[in-house]
């Protein structure tokens, strides 16, 4: 293909200047873009690095951008040179192969018309490029959403450049080849590119992956740097989409898959497993799930064909990739590839909807599974095992489930829907009174909302079908100007508990006829709603005018004219200026100062106790035990308790207030005493008048406060700031002489703070113990009944400490196999699982009655005193359950991990464990066979380990605190 150059950029002395000045290449693409051209190339013309050229090249545009380059480069003559291909190629290949041509840098970028480089971007690159010898550098690109409401932006995969790194191969960081696919954000040796013949593949989409994974397989040397280079302008509203966002045309997938296909061929020629592997994932994390987004808005014609080409691609798919995805993700391409639309489509949606349920569900043989069909397929029975989810676990009021528009018809202004709300195992039992209405709602939030009856529910075993009518004529009553988009919920209420659905609409043909309304505020700009789908796929109502074509546009840009005239902005900035004061009110930061400006001037009232646990998300321990001691003596007092999330388990008989709510900081300004056992808001400055007294919630293991090496690490003034949040505690109470050593010392406490008097959570231990000593038996109550629990299986309490499982996911995974547990020893043991209030578990249904998880539950001791032996890790309950006096196991199976890397330990759990330690599953099975032996084997163990860790522990602490505290105060 030949190329047109501007001449007047051309001569022996303009190149001899570039050829001298030139450090980088930037090789900027253009076609029909005239308007963004030149904010492109401004961003290259301001470089901080002086030594830069700009090589345009047009891909033979219709509009004026060839004219706009050529003025570009006149203005800049000996910066700036500009080509222009003689026909359109179709894509941003070629007419970067012919920049590459034309470069004259050491080093070249690409850059694209409509993006533009961040100001220190070739500096810093070639930076790093000439300290490292690095054959490409790649710099963290930024998308902005440049029209979106709030100028979104995002980092592309900032993980990968969260650190500058140095490869000396791409097999170094394989999800490097797999997720950062852009040749834009790179900068690359001249001689590389030349030497490799590296070039961009003409005519076809993504051309981008293949150069990319050709670049990154013969680089030598790659770094990268933490440092923003490239900033991506992304235009959702652009009436001309971008090739990668033209999901819906077929040509668009058919190249994708070909550009796959081409790359796998060349790891395979290098016999690059691992890189296969990554990409793979990447496949089914990404790719595909661009394309799967859009199918149920597509009809079978399209499906049929998109499968036939997606199917034998992921044939060819590592199965190891399908374990390293999300479920639903795995799913849906396990179903796509088996040509199950029936079961595909639901999956679609809730690949859709994160959280939605979309499937019946079925169990098999203790297991949870997608669907019924495929599960004679080891490999479909593998990838459709979702019982990791714990569908199986929720109750109805926890579920998001689908609910498929099946019928949808129009007349007089009602609107007549019906559809199925999937029933997953059965979760909504047959003869449950059921009830429902459809919600209308403006999307923008706090406007309002209209609700008509769901006049039919009708249980159909595997689903709930309904119908309903809504006049939405005679009762949507919109606003009529900012209340432009409706949604449409249905709350089904089961037995008196309720959840709330969408309307999927993918299946359903929605009627063109437009439903007149009666707007509040004007009809001049919308008298009428026409159904839509949303991008997820659930029917919406968009208000319309009736007028559709000149009249509506005419209405509609005296609308704009109006939004954007004097009066608009007038409206918008009194709506801003609203949102602004109500953010305000709401913010931490005044709530902070209204505690201290307005609350903390109150009179501090006789007799307010503020109860707190565990960041208010329990009503347990110590706070609780005193709380109940002193409901057990009749004192007259006003308690108030703390919850976050729900008060569900919260005391009746006392106030309720939601944590950092203004009633939260009210009683906190006006309580003669706090107590609670972690913390309070650390910014609420303690009155002198009111006592705080620190419970806390169990003796140390691991190193704590100031004895943590990060706070070491941390600034004067910043460790002064925590020791004054510390400095509030008036009372802090001690178990032992060991909290003195750890806690005490730790928080930097004065002596006078610590009160000697074990802990109140424990009375109930002591008590226990005690009480079978005398009585020669142990006595289980009414919780192993409430349990299921038989009357000849021992009860093992099994509650490990603390595990980060990453940002996103509370999860914690079980370090031994339940499904073994529940076969091996299920006729001997029923295992009560307690997680760390800050994680949560899954079992799977195969365990039921054998292994029960008891997460929930705020209070342990009822726990502890039902139980026949404790495992745990590294838990602080250790402290607690030893004063049972019965055994304890100690499955530190990552004991070196917990031990020596972070925090550290005040000693060696090894050493000092009171019960046998056990590092395997093996060995943890081997040490429940000996239980009984093992238990009066470490009996003087338990002994020594109380009278070390809990000295103070004399079942009078609760009693021995209000008697000290609040004696004074009258009995009612």
């Not at 930076?127 to 790649?138: F, K, L």
């Not at 999901?247 to 997938?253: A, H, K, P, Q, Y």
């Not at 497993?273 to 990404?286: N, S």
């Not at 020669?776 to 109550?781: E, L, W």
């Amino acid at each position: 293909m030949g190329v047109i150059a501007e001449p007047e950029t051309e001569g022996p002395d303009a190149e001899a200047d570039v050829e001298a000045e030139a450090d980088v290449s930037v090789v900027v693409i253009v076609y029909n873009d005239e308007a963004r051209l030149p904010a492109a190339v401004r961003s290259v013309l301001d470089q901080t690095l002086r030594g830069v050229e700009i090589v345009i090249v047009d891909d033979c545009s219709t509009d004026g951008s060839y004219d706009v380059a050529r003025r570009l480069a006149a203005e800049n003559p000996e910066r700036v040179r500009v080509f222009q291909l003689p026909e359109n190629s179709g894509g941003c290949g070629e007419p970067r192969n012919v920049g590459i041509g034309h470069t004259r840098g050491r080093y070249v970028m690409f850059l694209d018309s409509d993006d533009v480089l961040e100001r220190n971007a070739c500096r810093n690159l070639l930076e790093a490029a000439e300290r490292d010898g690095s054959d490409i550098v790649s710099g963290l690109c930024v998308r902005l959403h440049v029209d979106s409401r709030n100028k979104k932006r995002d980092e592309w995969y900032p993980w990968l450049y969260a650190r500058t790194q140095v490869l000396e191969s791409i097999t170094e960081l394989p999800d490097l080849l797999a997720w950062d696919t852009l040749s834009t954000n790179k900068m690359y040796r001249r001689g590389f590119l030349m030497d490799r013949q590296l070039r961009f593949l003409r005519g076809m989409f993504y051309e981008d992956l293949m150069f990319i994974a050709e670049a990154y397989l013969a680089a030598e040397r790659i770094t990268l740097i933490p440092n923003q280079v490239y900033f991506w302008h992304v235009y959702e509203k652009a009436a001309a989409k971008s090739i990668s966002n033209r999901r819906n045309e077929m040509t668009n997938f058919v190249h994708r898959m070909e550009i796959h296909r081409r790359i796998d061929a060349l790891l395979a020629e290098r016999e690059q497993a691992e890189l296969k592997l990554a990409k793979d994932v990447k496949f089914l994390k990404h790719d595909l799930v661009l394309h799967l987004r859009d199918l149920p808005f597509r009809d079978d014609s399209y499906r049929q064909e998109f499968a036939g080409i997606a199917r034998g691609y992921l044939d060819s798919l590592a199965p190891e990739a399908y374990d390293e995805v999300q479920p639903s993700q795995a799913v849906c391409a396990y179903l796509l590839r088996e040509n199950d639309w029936k079961n595909l489509l639901p999956a679609v949606d809730t690949l859709l909807n994160r959280d939605k349920i979309s499937a019946r569900l079925v169990e098999r043989d203790g297991r949870v599974y997608w669907c019924a069909e495929h599960l004679d397929d080891p490999f479909g029975r593998h990838v459709l095992d979702v019982t990791d989810l714990g569908y199986h676990t929720r109750t109805i009021d926890k579920m998001f489930l689908r609910n498929a528009l099946s019928g949808y018809a129009e007349r007089s202004g009602t609107v007549r829907l019906s559809g199925r709300i999937v029933n997953p195992l059965g979760v909504i039992p047959e003869g449950a009174r059921l009830t429902g209405e459809l919600e209308f709602r403006a999307r923008r939030r706090s406007l309002q909302s209209f609700r008509f009856p769901v006049a039919v529910l009708r249980h159909e075993g595997t689903a709930v079908a309904w119908e309903a009518e809504a006049d939405l004529a005679a009762k949507l009553r919109p606003l009529g100007i900012v209340d432009e988009v409706w949604d449409v919920r249905l709350r089904l209420t089961v037995d008196g508990v309720r959840t709330t659905t969408r309307l999927t609409a993918g299946e359903v043909d929605l009627a063109e006829g437009l439903l007149p309304v009666r707007p509040r505020l004007t009809r001049m700009v919308a008298d009428h709603v026409e159904p839509e789908v949303s991008l997820r796929g659930h029917l919406a109502f968009r208000l319309v005018t009736r007028d559709r074509v000149e009249d509506k546009e005419r209405v509609r840009e005296l609308v704009v004219r109006g939004v954007h005239g004097r009066p608009g902005k007038l409206a918008k900035k009194g709506i801003r200026r609203a949102r602004q004061i109500r953010k305000k009110l709401t913010s931490g930061e005044t709530k902070i100062r209204m505690y201290h400006e307005v609350f903390s001037r109150l009179p501090v009232k006789k007799g307010l106790v503020v109860f707190e646990s565990q960041l208010g998300k329990q009503y347990s321990d110590s706070p609780k035990a005193i709380y109940e001691e002193m409901r057990r003596q009749g004192l007259d007092f006003e308690p108030v308790w703390s919850y976050a999330g729900s008060p569900e388990g919260f005391p009746a008989d006392a106030t309720l207030v939601r944590r950092w709510s203004l009633p939260y900081l009210k009683a906190l300004a006006q309580a003669e005493f706090w107590i609670d056992n972690q913390s309070y808001p650390l910014k609420l400055t303690k009155r002198t008048e009111t006592a705080y007294l620190q419970t806390w919630h169990g003796s140390a293991l691991k190193r704590m406060g100031f004895d943590e090496p990060a706070w070491k690490l941390r600034s004067k003034a910043r460790q002064q700031e925590q020791q004054r949040y510390l400095n509030r505690f008036d009372r802090f109470l001690i178990r032992s002489e060991h909290d003195v050593r750890t806690l005490a010392r730790a928080f930097r406490l004065q002596e006078k703070t610590l009160l000697r008097v074990g802990y109140p959570r424990n009375d109930a231990l002591v008590h226990a113990r005690e009480r079978e000593a005398a009585e020669g038996r142990r006595t289980r109550g009414p919780l192993a009944a409430e349990l299921g629990i038989p009357e000849d299986r021992q009860v093992l309490l099994y509650a490990p400490t603390f595990r980060e499982q990453g940002a996103r996911s509370r999860r914690f995974e079980l370090p031994f196999d339940v499904e073994r547990f529940a076969a091996e020893l299920g006729d001997r043991y029923v295992l009560l699982v307690r997680s760390h209030y800050l994680n949560h578990v899954v079992l799977p249904p195969s365990v039921r009655g054998t292994v029960v998880d008891v997460s929930d539950r705020h209070d342990v001791n009822p726990l502890m005193e039902l139980s026949d032996a404790l495992i745990t890790d590294y838990s602080s309950l250790m402290f607690d359950y030893a004063l049972l006096d019965r055994p304890m196991l100690f499955f530190a199976y990552d004991y070196e991990e917990y031990a020596h890397e972070g925090r550290g330990t005040y000693f060696d759990l090894l050493e000092r464990a009171p019960g046998p330690v056990v590092r395997t599953e093996d060995e943890l099975y081997g040490a429940l066979d000996s239980l009984v032996e093992d238990g009066a084997k470490y009996q003087p163990e338990r002994g020594r380990f109380v009278a070390e860790f809990g000295e103070y522990d004399k079942g009078t602490a609760a009693r021995s605190i209000v008697e000290q505290f609040f004696s004074h105060w009258s009995r009612s």
